[in-house]
């Protein structure tokens, strides 16, 4: 009942409504605009198509490109300020070498420049088209609506009684009679009524052409996602590298370096004190042991061996095996997805489990994986909090840009009480 009660009085006020009166505003500026750019697009066009047989005609049909780009510069304007609707720049025209030559070339083979030409072209007669009819409407039903205020202008100032409607031979009908000038008004308050939605479907029209021929196209957009994509990564790889050359670092090298040091003392002691250079060397084999363990340890992390050998399903078996909590692992692939992707759903669940058993505080964990289509799906759930969602600074965090560098896609849901559920989408890609 609420929601019927509020858009009755959206409709009901809809004719003195700021975005009414904006809209109403885009499509009579649009009218002179659009002239504007038919008659300089049309024109230009056709003079650097006709001189074409000569060099002239290639930077007249580049300044002609520029030039509409430079128009669509105002429209997407004007549809954020007056249609308040995002739209996007198109990506900027590259050359691929300096020079005159070469960004007149890179205009020319620019689509979006020939979509900017295209949209000057095709927006006149629709922008002629919606003015029209949005001032017709929007004069005809004021002025009907307030006619009872200012019909005694006539009686007043002419010689008529009132509006003159039509006249057939000796007979002319006037808009004076009470009762007609009661129905003039209800004529004119259900056009009233009307017009701001005729004027809002007449926009949305033109919405869909800046978008589609002025705004950035998929293409752009792509391109940075991509941009974007390969910079995660790059700092993902970097991270993982000095990672690897800390632990290495500090761990293996470390004891290594130990070792050797304990094994020089046990040489020089071997001659003067044989139980103790035993006992520097049986020390010395303990470590080196230990950095052995190690250094297992940070290869099974780099990519582990089970993983190339038996797939997913004994891989994250051995990771939930060392889990902190119980861990339940039920993998159901008909096949094996691609190695990077194989991979990254290894990394993925072991980043999530080492949440779950090192922060979320929870008593027990699960891991499903299965394939639906051409996506590999991945649910960790757990039965504590998770300290961050995906739009912290680190953990799930950096596993989601590390998923969005390949399409995919990485969801937390934690609330109190009910533990939480990481969700993670990747492309099978075999």
Avoid at 86 to 92: D, F, I, K, L, M
Avoid at 186 to 212: K, M, Q
Avoid at 221 to 246: F, K, N, Q
Wanted: proline content about 5%; hydrophobic content about 50%; some cysteine.
């Amino acid at each position: 009942m609420a929601e019927r009660r509020g858009g009755m009085r959206a409709a009901l006020l809809a004719p003195v409504a700021g975005r009414t009166w904006r809209e109403l505003l885009y499509l009579v500026v649009g009218l002179p605009l659009s002239t504007v750019y038919f008659g300089l697009a049309i024109a230009g066009v056709s003079a650097g198509a006709g001189l074409l047989v000569t060099f002239v005609g290639v930077p007249v049909l580049a300044g002609v490109l520029a030039m509409c780009r430079g128009f669509g510069v105002v429209e997407r304007a004007r549809v954020r300020g007056l249609l308040r609707a995002p739209v996007g720049a198109p990506a900027p025209v590259r050359a691929g070498r300096p020079g005159a030559a070469a960004a007149m070339g890179a205009l020319l083979k620019s689509g979006s420049a020939w979509r900017h030409v295209l949209y000057s072209l095709v927006h006149f007669p629709w922008a002629l088209f919606s003015a029209c009819l949005a001032l017709v409407l929007w004069g005809y039903g004021w002025g009907m609506l307030l006619y009872p205020l200012w019909f005694w202008v006539f009686p007043a100032f002419t010689d008529q009684p009132g509006l003159q409607l039509f006249q057939n031979g000796d007979y002319t009908f006037y808009l004076d009679a009470p009762l007609a000038i009661a129905v003039a008004g209800l004529i004119g308050l259900g056009l009233t009524l009307a017009t701001p939605w005729v004027i809002r479907a007449l926009v949305t029209v033109d919405r869909v052409l800046v978008t589609g021929l002025l705004g950035r196209s998929r293409l752009d957009d792509r391109v940075s996602e991509l941009e974007s994509d390969r910079g995660a990564v790059v700092d993902t790889a970097a991270a993982d590298l000095r990672r690897i050359e800390r632990e290495l670092h500090d761990g293996a090298q470390a004891r290594l370096a130990a070792v050797a040091m304990d094994l020089g003392l046990a040489k020089e002691r071997l001659a003067e004190d044989p139980r103790a250079a035993a006992r520097m060397v049986d020390e010395a084999h303990g470590e080196v042991k230990t950095a052995l363990q190690e250094l297992r340890h940070l290869a099974r992390g780099i990519h582990p061996a089970v993983l190339t050998d038996r797939g997913l399903d004994a891989a994250l078996s051995s990771v939930a095996s060392r889990c902190a909590v119980p861990v339940r692992v039920d993998v159901d692939l008909p096949s094996r997805p691609a190695a990077a992707i194989e991979g990254l759903a290894y990394f993925t669940v072991s980043e999530l489990l080492r949440d779950v058993s090192g922060h979320a505080g929870a008593r027990s964990a699960s891991v499903e994986v299965w394939r639906s289509g051409e996506r590999l799906m991945i649910r960790v759930a757990g039965d504590g909090p998770c300290p961050a969602g995906p739009s912290a600074g680190s953990g799930p965090a950096g596993l989601a840009e590390r998923l969005d560098a390949v399409d995919g896609v990485l969801v937390v849901d934690s609330s109190q009480g009910h533990g939480t559920t990481a969700t993670a989408e990747l492309p099978w890609r075999a």
